[in-house]
């Protein structure tokens, strides 16, 4: 289980901490303040917020806001988890973002509600750059989370902590098991030690610690997390404010 917690954090290369994000919520409108420690220094955040029409890369971080480079090392970098992979942008002094593998054509995909993104620093960068993200906070009283079989990135689309043993959760339709190499994992980003905190759903349907130090399985306000199922469903996210 360590080497799979590994080749997660292995395909940045890094794991250094960021400090907890903060997040304010005004009405239906908020913003989050996000942390992306210096030197290549990396972050796993979650978008938090929704919108009518897609939101893409452009949307949520600007164009004032990332360390921009028409070198992807000398920049911030994004990537975002595609089922199997990371897909990797930066953004260019045009403002426009780049994909590391095709760096001379722009691009600029569509990050879901509740998707969970990985920031990286510019390797030459010696401080915290502080950015902040906004939209509209999602009031539905639930938003719908397929776990497809193998990793799919984690996030929580409302604006609080959420805690997967919450009785809001219906995990009936997940693989549970007292073996944990049987069961499904959930892997929370701990932004204080850049490392992941893994849990397994026993056989009772409870989060279990497997690799972790601490002992509920709660997903911070902002961060983000993978999950590795077993077989593929579909359960709800519940809104936990009023």
Do not use: H
């Not at 260019?92 to 001379?104: R, V």
């Amino acid at each position: 289980m360590k080497r799979t917690i590994g080749l997660v954090i292995g395909i940045l290369g890094i794991a250094s901490a960021a400090s907890a994000q903060e997040s304010v919520t005004l009405g239906v409108f908020g913003y989050q303040r996000i942390e992306i420690p210096p030197a290549g220094g990396v972050n796993l955040i979650g978008y938090n917020f929704t919108s009518e029409t897609p939101l893409t890369l452009l949307d949520i971080f600007g164009t004032n806001q990332l360390v921009q480079s028409s070198r992807s090392r000398n920049a911030d970098r994004i990537f975002v988890w595609n089922g199997s992979a990371y897909d990797n942008f930066f953004q260019k002094t045009d403002g426009l973002f780049y994909d590391i593998l095709y760096p001379s054509i722009p691009t600029n995909v569509v990050i879901p509600n509740g998707c969970a993104m990985f920031l990286q620093s510019a390797d030459n960068s010696s401080l915290t750059n502080v950015i902040t993200i906004s939209g509209t906070v999602l009031m539905t009283t639930f938003e719908e989370q397929v776990y497809q079989t193998g990793f799919v990135t984690l996030a929580n689309p409302y604006p609080t902590d959420i805690n997967f043993n919450s009785t809001n959760f219906n995990w009936s339709a997940a693989t549970a098991n007292n073996r944990s190499r049987n069961a499904d994992k959930i892997y929370i980003w701990n932004q204080d030690s850049g490392g992941y905190e893994a849990f397994y759903l026993n056989g009772s349907r409870v989060w279990t610690p497997l690799i972790a130090t601490i002992l509920d399985p709660v997903l911070p306000n902002g961060a983000g997390a993978f999950y590795e199922a077993q077989g593929t469903f579909t359960n709800n996210i519940m809104r936990e404010f009023e």
